[in-house]
Nanobody, 114 residues
Framework: QVQLVESGGGLVQPGGSLRLSCAVSGSIFSIAMGWYRQAPGKQRELVATITSGGVTNYQDSVKGRFTISRDNAKNTVYLQMNSLKPEDTAVYYC?????????WGQGTQVTVSS
């Protein structure tokens, strides 16, 4: 019953930036949240997590380039993506940061290409 709506993806050149948003149809207070991505032909993988208190963790390949944040009052999670690389190309999803996941949303496509 919880709905997740990801937005903000698009086509960007290498080195560019995007800011993704995840709107959740309920309170995310006290819930760890995460961003995930799935590239063509590959499994979905964890990108970043943020605890209810704002503690963050990142996949090594994005550390230093991506920043996850949250606005509990807006029930929204963000992913600021800088210095994008072609290997970041994937569909990006949000969900809980622990594996008792809600139903996955549609995701938002990020394509990094020159």
């Amino acid at each position: 019953q919880v709905q997740l709506v990801e937005s903000g993806g698009g086509l960007v050149q290498p080195g560019g930036s995007l800011r993704l948003s995840c709107a959740v149809s309920g309170s995310i207070f006290s819930i760890a949240m995460g961003w995930y991505r799935q590239a063509p032909g590959k499994q979905r993988e964890l990108v970043a997590t943020i605890t209810s208190g704002g503690v963050t963790n990142y996949q090594d390949s994005v550390k230093g380039r991506f920043t996850i944040s949250r606005d509990n009052a807006k029930n929204t999670v963000y992913l600021q993506m800088n210095s994008l690389k072609p290997e970041d190309t994937a569909v990006y999803y949000c969900n809980k940061g622990r594996p008792d996941y809600w139903r996955w949303g549609q995701g938002t496509q990020v394509t990094v290409s020159s």
